[in-house]
C-alpha cells in the first residue's frame, strides 16, 4: 500500500493589511463628515423675492462692562461715570436685545458691583454675565 506524505497544517493567521486599509477608509470619512465636505442637511431651494424683508431673529448686542481696581467702570472699552451707565447702555443697545457681560478685577470693592447692577436695572437690561477665571 503507497502512503502519500501527510501535508503539514497551517495555522489561521489574521491578516492586517486589509484591516488598516479599512480603518484608514473609517477614518478620511469622519474627517469629511465632519468638516462639511459631503452635503448632509437641508435641500438646495432658490428663495423667492421680497420688496420688504425681515430678518427672522436679530442677533442680541454684546456689551462688555468693565470694572478696574480702582472702581471705574468702561463701557465697550470707553470710560464712562457710574450715574451715567444706564444712558450709554441704553444708547449702545437702541431698540435691539442686549447680551450685557461683565469682566471685573478681582479686588474691585462689591459696592462698585452693586451699583452696576442697579444701573443696569435702570436700563432694563433683564441679564447679565459675570466673567470669571478657573482657580488652580
Known sequence: MRTFPQRRERKARIEIIPMIDVMMFLLVFFV???TNVLPALGLKVSLPGSAQPERLKDEPVRITLTV???GAVYVDGQSTPMAQVAARLKA???SRQ??????GDGS?????LVA???QLKAAGMPAASIVTRQQS
Open 108 to 112: 474691585a470693592n462689591l459696592q462698585t
Open 98 to 103: 442686549a447680551k450685557v457681560i461683565i469682566a
Open 32 to 34: 469629511l463628515i465632519s
Open 92 to 94: 449702545v443697545a437702541g
Open 116 to 118: 452696576l447692577l442697579d
Open 68 to 70: 478696574d481696581r480702582d
